[in-house]
């Protein structure tokens, strides 16, 4: 799980300037407004692929594999099935809405336009294969395989990526090779978890309606974290495209590129706690528990604040290297996302309180209204403020949900304010830290 973060942020470091350099501000910022819009397809699993892998494992462990084969091929048509709707009403919506008017795009021509939306939707379908392949891998105990594979996907596209735009080819024939890419990785993908798992296998002999039946409720819930997700990082873009232009986009979008390496840090922190606070729960060690959501919260205010300090001083400077001077920093805007580092590592980290022992639905549905929230407050504020009141969004959104987040989390273990703000002013050390996240045991 840590490996992702790490991935996504290299990822993110390189592209930005081979981008910037090759293909400029403006063709940059319409190729991120264009990526932005299938990535919704993601949620047309409905929270079922994740909600799967958890039903499969446990039947696994129970000894009942026809049991799992029957979640796994009813999860596959389940997606197959929502996929297809949604890709219609997509194709629907790109062959008769002026999006290329809507969207203020004009490097790309009309019907470009229309097939890299297109390419990127069924490219986005393909990634929903992947997901559920996923959960066939961790159902067995071999988790950390598949995703090493997934992330082995991931590095080669990014490569063919760069070297594509590199090479002058233009946004049509990068997502076309990124599709084919795509396709055969997933191809591959099935064939190693056959080999792992030869029981596992595709069709809709085993699928049954009462079994998505049964896992409709938690994947519903599980499902806003995603959304929510989405309409953080794609969402803004798209708000910033209307209202700004893709230029304020592709600024936007590089400037909070460079702020959420300090997010990838608290991704990092939550995936490395939660099956430690899960076996906490288990065991009903409730002194366990606290201490890990301490440490966790600790951990993460402190390296927040690290990466604030730091990237206050010498954000400027990374930046205009970074961009080779293509992209002006709006400085404004900069240093609103700084504060909003702080105030998503309350929450954010916290959060894994509710996820671990599986009542998070009040967290998810304050998450993906605040998110939808932000966007529409972003509306109103960018006229008035530019880049800075998708910022200032942001952290209004962040404190919100901090005061939520934190307090249902501090109810659920029973832990008392006073007790856990202390904890948070002490500097974390070494030893303890990783005694608490159980890297010494």
């Excluded at 973060?5 to 319409?30: C, D, N, R």
């Excluded at 105030?343 to 009040?362: G, K, L």
Aim: aromatic fraction near 12%; include cysteine; charge should be positive.
């Amino acid at each position: 799980m840590a490996l992702f973060p790490v991935v996504t942020a290299i990822m993110q470091i390189v592209s930005v300037p081979v981008f910037l350099h090759f293909w400029g501000v403006k063709l940059y910022g319409e190729w991120l407004i264009l990526s932005a819009i299938p990535t919704y397809l993601i949620l047309s699993d409905m929270g079922f692929g994740s909600v799967a892998g958890n039903d499969m494992t446990m039947r696994v462990a129970a000894g009942d594999r026809d049991g799992a084969l029957e979640t796994f091929q009813s999860t596959w048509a389940l997606i197959l099935m929502t996929s297809a709707l949604v890709e219609i009403s997509i194709l629907g919506a790109i062959w008769f809405l002026p999006l290329t008017r809507w969207l203020n795009l004009s490097s790309l021509g009309a019907p470009e336009v229309r097939l890299i939306l297109i390419l990127f939707s069924a490219y986005v379908l393909f990634v929903l294969q992947t997901d559920l392949l996923t959960s066939g891998f961790r159902c067995e105990g071999n988790f950390a395989y598949g995703m090493l594979i997934k992330n082995v996907i991931r590095i080669a596209e990014f490569m063919l990526t760069m070297g594509l735009v590199a090479h002058g080819a233009n946004p049509l024939r990068v997502v076309a090779v990124l599709l084919a890419a795509r396709i055969v990785g997933t191809f591959l993908m099935s064939q190693l978890m056959r080999r792992k798992s030869p029981w596992l296998r595709y069709g809709f002999h085993c699928a049954r309606f009462a079994s998505i039946r049964r896992l409709t409720s938690p994947a519903i819930a599980f499902m806003a974290f995603p959304a929510g997700s989405a309409l953080s990082v794609q969402g803004m873009v798209v708000v910033t495209g209307i209202v700004l232009g893709p230029v304020a986009v592709a600024t936007f979008s590089t400037m909070r590129t460079l702020t959420r390496f300090g997010f990838q840090i608290m991704e990092a922190i939550k995936n490395s706690v939660w099956p430690e606070l899960s076996a906490a729960y288990g065991a009903q060690n409730w002194d366990l528990a606290r201490r890990l959501h301490r440490t966790a919260c600790q951990a993460a205010l402190w390296l927040s604040l690290a990466a604030v300090v730091f990237l206050f001083v010498a954000g400027d400077h990374i930046f205009r290297f970074w961009t080779h001077g293509r992209v002006v920093m709006d400085v404004g805007a900069f240093r609103w996302l700084l504060l909003g580092i702080v105030a998503n590592s309350f929450w954010y980290t916290s959060s894994v309180v509710t996820i671990a022992s599986n009542t998070h639905e009040r967290v998810a549905a304050l998450y993906l209204a605040g998110t939808a929230g932000s966007l529409i407050l972003a509306r109103y504020l960018m006229p008035h403020f530019g880049i800075s009141g998708a910022a200032m969004s942001l952290l209004v959104i962040d404190i919100v949900l901090g005061w939520y987040v934190v307090r249902m989390s501090l109810a659920r273990l029973e832990d008392r304010v006073t007790d856990f703000g202390a904890a948070l002013l002490r500097f974390p050390g070494e030893v303890s830290l990783r005694r608490s996240l159980g890297f010494d045991r």
